[in-house]
């Protein structure tokens, strides 16, 4: 890793290192755990920031630290109340532990500021059928059959 050169690496060695960005290579490649750690490092050098917080909690879902996840995830939102990412995770968090009366304002959050584009389209569509199987609004929303999109 990265951050493993920097710690340990001459200082001349070292190559500007993207926390960030080698969390989310890792995270793709499925090593979480690596992945925290780079995220936090990323945060040491951008406090606050509230796309590196998010990608934490999305960190802790994944290895199972709800609780801090949850937290994480309301952080972000004291800060941007519109996050909508954060929305998104802290919803299902709640349904996932059976809240699912706290998770309807989250849900509409994010349906309110929801990304566009190909890759956020199955999140729209998972966020409006559940919010439709939960309030009883509406009709539900048949997800097409394939690959559900990735919560967390």
């Given at each position: 890793?990265k951050?493993?050169k ?13 926390y ?5 290579a890792?995270m793709?490649?499925g ?12 945060l040491?050098?951008s ?11 999305i960190?802790?879902?994944?290895i199972?630290m ?28 709640l349904v ?7 998770a ?6 994010f349906?309110?500021?929801a ?9 729209v569509?998972h ?8 309030t009883?609004?509406g ?10 999109p990735?919560?967390?």
């Amino acid at each position: 890793m990265k951050w493993w050169k920097k710690v340990f690496g001459r200082f001349g060695d070292v190559d500007q290192v993207s926390y960030y960005d080698e969390g989310l290579a890792l995270m793709a490649e499925g090593n979480t755990h690596e992945a925290l750690t780079s995220f936090r490092l990323a945060l040491k050098e951008s406090p606050g920031d509230s796309s590196v917080l998010q990608q934490i909690a999305i960190s802790y879902t994944r290895i199972g630290m709800t609780e801090e996840a949850e937290k994480t995830y309301r952080h972000v939102l004291q800060k941007s109340p519109d996050a909508a990412g954060a929305h998104y995770g802290l919803a299902f968090l709640l349904v996932r532990s059976g809240k699912d009366m706290d998770a309807i304002p989250h849900l509409r959050a994010f349906l309110e500021n929801a990304p566009t584009g190909k890759e956020a389209g199955g999140h729209v569509s998972h966020a409006r059928s559940t919010l439709a199987r939960i309030t009883g609004e509406g009709e539900q929303v048949v997800v097409e059959e394939g690959p559900q999109p990735e919560l967390f």
